[in-house]
């Protein structure tokens, strides 16, 4: 079974990485860094000071919290107890494999970046419901993104993503719920 599923695995990683253009390398390089995002976090900045208002210190904490979370365990939980090499550290891969990054640490599962970018945004859609639908919309996109741009560019297998996203999700969706506990208490 585990052998079915790292052929899937590599085959749509492979289908991913290797189809690529300079436009497509710009888009990918440029949505992977956290500079890139830099006006999206000052506008969600904004948006949060200016709905939430005073209580916008301990909404801006809660965020912390689930980065900090989804981080550590993407790492300390995960990447550190599977050991799953990054498909560019993979010694049958290397020579297929196109990077133009560089590779990143040696082990990929769970994905760091699916994780914590999945879970911001699961937890801004659940505490500022309703939402603006095309900031919903832009905050999705910004994830999947996120997510494509790790197997594009050589450094996640499309699986590593997925783990990271639903670690993300879970995260999310804890601390949005003890945001708004927190929230109705003071």
């Given at each position: 079974?585990?052998?079915?599923?790292q052929?899937?695995?590599?085959?749509w990683?492979?289908?991913i990485?290797?189809?690529?253009?300079?436009?497509?390398d710009?888009?990918?390089?440029?949505?992977t860094?956290?500079l890139?995002?830099?006006?999206l976090?000052i506008?969600?900045?904004?948006?949060?000071?200016?709905?939430?208002?005073?209580?916008?210190?301990l909404v801006?904490?809660?965020?912390?919290?689930?980065?900090?979370?989804?981080?550590?365990?993407?790492?300390?939980?995960f990447?550190?107890?599977?050991?799953?090499l990054?498909?560019?550290h993979?010694?049958?891969l290397?020579?297929?494999?196109?990077?133009?990054?560089?590779?990143?640490g040696?082990?990929?599962?769970?994905?760091?970046?699916?994780a914590?970018?999945?879970?911001?945004?699961?937890?801004?859609?659940?505490?500022?419901?309703?939402?603006n639908?095309?900031?919903?919309?832009?905050?999705?996109?910004?994830?999947l993104?996120?997510?494509?741009?790790?197997?594009?560019?050589?450094?996640h297998?499309?699986?590593d993503?997925?783990?990271?996203?639903?670690?993300?999700?879970i995260?999310?969706?804890?601390?949005?719920?003890?945001?708004?506990?927190?929230?109705?208490?003071?």
């Amino acid at each position: 079974m585990f052998e079915i599923l790292q052929n899937i695995d590599e085959h749509w990683l492979l289908l991913i990485n290797q189809h690529f253009s300079p436009v497509l390398d710009y888009l990918m390089i440029f949505s992977t860094g956290t500079l890139s995002w830099l006006p999206l976090y000052i506008l969600l900045l904004y948006l949060i000071i200016r709905k939430f208002r005073m209580k916008a210190i301990l909404v801006l904490l809660m965020v912390a919290l689930t980065v900090t979370l989804t981080d550590q365990l993407s790492v300390h939980l995960f990447k550190e107890v599977f050991l799953r090499l990054r498909p560019c550290h993979h010694p049958d891969l290397q020579d297929s494999i196109r990077t133009i990054i560089g590779c990143g640490g040696k082990y990929g599962f769970v994905s760091s970046h699916a994780a914590n970018s999945a879970g911001l945004v699961t937890f801004l859609l659940l505490v500022f419901r309703p939402m603006n639908m095309i900031l919903a919309l832009f905050l999705i996109v910004y994830v999947l993104l996120n997510m494509v741009s790790r197997v594009y560019l050589g450094v996640h297998y499309p699986f590593d993503v997925l783990g990271g996203a639903f670690l993300g999700i879970i995260c999310g969706l804890t601390t949005s719920h003890l945001t708004k506990f927190l929230i109705s208490k003071f």
